[in-house]
């Protein structure tokens, strides 16, 4: 639901269009927009996007232990070296493409804030941050139970998205 509020905003779905609309120095960015008054609802978009990219991932806190042999490694207990390291390679690739995503769609893609490094380097830049952020998460809170994951995800994630897309949606009509 708020990649919606990208796609209206910059009116395209294609992700080149939208990482060029963000071109021109960071308040061009859909994170710090200020035309047209989306700077407030933008931030919301991009917490709700980056809150859902996480729990996607299907890490800590996210992650849910249905079993108590599951409560060291999650589901791959039962698995060993290569098929073990294959999954871990496949949620941290899972990791990259979120970062890519929100980098892509909030971020500026690989857009320079400033003249001096090269469009690729910026994006490198962003999504090592972006990265850093999703494994310090991960480190930092402990896992959650389900009813409180469900609780976050239907009474609080799509409602504000909702009322953020409706939003957008007024603010595009008015302005």
Request: with cysteine; aromatic share 18%; proline share 3%.
């Given at each position: 639901?708020?990649?919606?509020?990208?796609?209206?905003?910059?009116?395209?779905?294609?992700?080149?269009?939208?990482?060029?609309?963000?071109?021109?120095?960071?308040?061009?960015?859909?994170?710090f927009r200020l035309?047209?008054?989306?700077?407030?609802?933008?931030?919301i978009a991009f917490?709700?996007?980056?809150?859902?990219?996480?729990?996607?991932?299907?890490?800590?806190?996210?992650?849910?232990?249905?079993?108590?042999?599951?409560?060291?490694?999650?589901?791959?207990?039962?698995?060993?070296?290569?098929?073990?390291?294959?999954?871990?390679?496949?949620?941290?690739?899972?990791?990259?493409?979120?970062?890519?995503?929100?980098?892509?769609?909030?971020?500026?893609?690989?857009?320079?804030?400033?003249?001096?490094?090269?469009?690729?380097?910026?994006?490198?830049?962003?999504?090592?941050?972006?990265?850093?952020?999703?494994?310090?998460?991960?480190?930092?809170?402990?896992?959650?139970?389900?009813?409180?994951?469900?609780?976050?995800?239907?009474?609080?994630?799509?409602?504000?998205?909702?009322?953020?897309?409706?939003?957008?949606?007024?603010?595009?009509?008015?302005?």
């Amino acid at each position: 639901i708020t990649v919606i509020t990208i796609v209206m905003i910059t009116g395209s779905t294609n992700l080149q269009d939208i990482a060029l609309a963000q071109q021109g120095g960071f308040w061009h960015w859909n994170i710090f927009r200020l035309e047209g008054g989306h700077f407030v609802y933008m931030w919301i978009a991009f917490l709700i996007y980056f809150i859902c990219s996480v729990a996607e991932t299907n890490r800590a806190p996210f992650d849910m232990a249905e079993a108590e042999s599951e409560l060291v490694a999650g589901y791959m207990t039962e698995y060993g070296s290569m098929g073990f390291g294959l999954f871990m390679m496949g949620e941290y690739l899972n990791i990259v493409v979120g970062a890519c995503m929100t980098t892509i769609l909030f971020l500026g893609g690989w857009g320079s804030p400033f003249g001096f490094l090269p469009g690729i380097w910026w994006f490198l830049i962003k999504i090592y941050i972006l990265i850093f952020t999703i494994i310090w998460i991960r480190w930092t809170y402990p896992r959650t139970q389900i009813y409180k994951l469900l609780n976050l995800s239907w009474k609080i994630l799509i409602p504000f998205s909702l009322v953020n897309l409706l939003v957008t949606a007024a603010f595009i009509k008015v302005f």
